[in-house]
């Protein structure tokens, strides 16, 4: 059988979704129909979980279930303060995030991708715990006490809390709300793909987010993030850009944080970012830090007519939150848990195996040729 290659599968529609709308000619994108702008500036990370999974912005009532739920998840398990302890102090924040996420599959016994019921309580352990776990692995690699969080507070307060061990101010917990929400869903991106494709051979949700987080830690993907502070880190000042991305240029280096598979023009979520980054930036070394990335903007689409995407401006906000820069794609993977989970739900509602082919060029019915003979 001979099919058309679509390298990268670029293109290629593999499943009807209602989730998100990624509208790549005209740069919008809509959660449930419901477009990022407004998600972004007036709901809460827990609303747009709720409209993730469930399909619907949730009533009061509904909202205020839905958060005691995940509340009841607020806590580090014994088993993964044992496995954070004996962590080597250089493992990366993402690798310990993939191998503690794969314990807790571990500790879950009951969890197989069968039982409904049980996969919805798995999901909201997942997005409870995500946050209480990538605070306790930052304080456990800085030898500092893991930080319990508190009932009362939100998901995105509850992170900054644990991470900085001091309640954090509204302007920040807003800001941390609006950048969960602008990374929490975006189609069949590469990670989303990996987690549906595991679940897809009914495997478990903790194997299809563990995988996940595995895929969205490549630099062509979520790890672009971490890549653009370091990009602004070694550019240093405004002069300096059009040198070092000329230099880049030349030796066909991909510079991070520009070009996206489906958006031919500004990615949505990078124009909320960059107003939000321009919100943040109240130091002279924000303002520095500001001033660099909007002229890698310039000279990227003057030069190489390629926009920024969602992870241009977002490592700005992040230093403004006083989040080091080795966690920018586990923040990335906290907002993402929710479009992977609604994603995983949607997929077993109407399973069938993933299963691409390949179109075959090597050769066949070679002769073969014992050991000792070759
Ligand atoms: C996101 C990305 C992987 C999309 O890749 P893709 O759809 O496969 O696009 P291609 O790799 O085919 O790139 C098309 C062309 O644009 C160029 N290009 C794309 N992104 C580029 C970038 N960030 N810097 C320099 N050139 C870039 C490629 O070199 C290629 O040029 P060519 O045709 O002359 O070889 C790519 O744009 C990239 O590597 N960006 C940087 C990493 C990043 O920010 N990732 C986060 C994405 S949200």
Redesign the pocket.
């Given at each position: 059988m001979s099919s058309k290659v679509a390298k990268?599968l670029e293109g290629v529609a593999v499943a009807e979704s209602s989730i998100c709308s990624v509208d790549g000619i005209r740069g919008r994108l809509y959660y449930r129909g419901y477009s990022i702008s407004d998600l972004a500036k007036y709901a809460t990370f827990e609303e747009v979980t709720y409209l993730l999974l469930e399909g619907l912005l949730p009533s009061k009532d509904e909202l205020k279930k839905f958060s005691d739920d995940l509340k009841t998840f607020y806590y580090v398990p014994t088993e993964l303060k044992t496995f954070l302890a004996n962590i080597p102090k250089e493992a990366l924040p993402m690798d310990i995030l993939r191998s503690a996420i794969s314990l807790l599959g571990c500790i879950d016994r009951q969890n197989s991708a069968y039982d409904y019921e049980k996969n919805r309580q798995t999901i909201k352990r997942l997005i409870a715990q995500f946050p209480v776990i990538l605070a306790a692995i930052w304080r456990m690699k800085h030898g500092q006490e893991i930080i319990p969080p508190k009932k009362e507070y939100s998901i995105s307060q509850n992170f900054l809390y644990m991470l900085h061990n001091k309640p954090p101010s509204d302007t920040n917990v807003k800001v941390n709300d609006a950048l969960l929400i602008l990374h929490a869903e975006h189609g069949f991106n590469a990670s989303t793909f990996v987690a549906r494709s595991i679940i897809s051979t009914m495997s478990d949700i903790y194997s299809a987010v563990t995988s996940a987080i595995g895929s969205l830690k490549g630099?062509?993907?979520g790890g672009?993030n971490q890549n653009v502070y370091r990009l602004i880190q070694n550019i240093k000042t405004p002069n300096n850009v059009e040198i070092f991305v000329d230099e880049a240029?030349a030796r066909k280096e991909?510079?991070?944080?520009?070009?996206?598979?489906v958006y031919k023009t500004e990615d949505p979520r990078a124009t909320i970012l960059r107003e939000i980054a321009g919100s943040v930036a109240d130091t002279p070394e924000k303002k520095i830090m500001l001033e660099i990335t909007k002229k890698c903007e310039e000279i990227m689409l003057r030069k190489?007519k390629?926009y920024p995407?969602?992870?241009l401006y977002s490592p700005t906000s992040y230093y403004s939150l006083s989040i080091d820069v080795d966690l920018y794609t586990c923040m990335f993977a906290l907002g993402r848990i929710s479009g992977w989970c609604a994603h995983i739900i949607e997929q077993l509602k109407d399973n069938r195996l993933i299963r691409p082919v390949e179109q075959y060029i090597g050769k066949l019915d070679l002769t073969y040729i014992p050991l000792e003979k070759r």
């Open positions: 990268g630099p062509l993907h672009a240029l991909r510079i991070p944080g520009f070009g996206h598979r190489k390629l995407n969602v992870d």
